[in-house]
């Protein structure tokens, strides 16, 4: 019954709050609203868990690494056998 009371949430739209908007200094703040609590939970990782993504983080970073020294050793080869000539 209250939900035809509510305006109609866009495509996608779920209804959940991400970021609260009451912010001292807009004219829409008030002070009397409830400030959300933050979600309760276990969020405590075991080691293999924290190994794996420790893992992941390093293989990001040594693909990375890869992709610019490649660039960068075509760039060097271009201008050695291409640019310079």
Avoid: H
């Avoid at 996608?12 to 609203?33: A, L």
């Amino acid at each position: 019954m209250a939900r035809r009371n509510r305006p109609r949430l866009p495509e996608g739209d779920d209804g959940r709050t991400i970021v609260d908007m009451n912010v001292e200094g807009m004219p829409w703040y008030s002070r009397q609203r409830e400030k959300p609590s933050p979600p309760q939970g276990d969020w405590e990782l075991t080691d293999e868990q924290k190994r794996a993504y420790k893992w992941a983080a390093v293989k990001a970073a040594l693909a990375v690494a890869l992709i610019f020294g490649a660039v960068f050793a075509a760039f060097i080869a271009f201008c050695d056998f291409v640019w310079f000539r």
